[in-house]
Nanobody, 123 residues
Framework: QVQLVESGGGLVQAGGSLRLSCAASGRTFDSYAMGWFRRAPRKEQEFVAAITGSGGSTMYADSVKGRFTISRDNAINTVYLQLNSLKSEDTALYYC????????????????WGRGTQVTVSS
């Protein structure tokens, strides 16, 4: 069982930055691929970014490519999402997710999910 707890969300002006963190329980964090997803009001859940267990490979949604960066620190069981050049359309509840194995995915086929952290971008 893996528990995920997100933090770092908040209210920011358009063009600003935030760094989201996701802390994971357990002793085999590097055996999990990690992903970030988001759900905006009245919209379906959307893939944002993912990273392999080693951190050697990443993937991004086209809507955030060049603005967001996913990274991880396996020594402290934490994955990060750096959000830069934020836009009003980035306003959403951001979730991290863990998938056993080395393969990440843009599909919501992850084994464990956090409860989310809210990001609100004012224009």
């Amino acid at each position: 069982q893996v528990q995920l707890v997100e933090s770092g969300g908040g209210l920011v002006q358009a063009g600003g930055s935030l760094r989201l963190s996701c802390a994971a329980s357990g002793r085999t964090f590097d055996s999990y691929a990690m992903g970030w997803f988001r759900r905006a009001p009245r919209k379906e859940q959307e893939f944002v970014a993912a990273i392999t267990g080693s951190g050697g490979s990443t993937m991004y949604a086209d809507s955030v490519k060049g603005r967001f960066t996913i990274s991880r620190d396996n020594a402290i069981n934490t994955v990060y999402l750096q959000l830069n050049s934020l836009k009003s359309e980035d306003t959403a509840l951001y979730y991290c997710a863990a998938r056993k194995g080395s393969d990440y995915s843009s599909l919501p086929i992850y084994d464990y999910w956090g409860r989310g952290t809210q990001v609100t971008v004012s224009s």
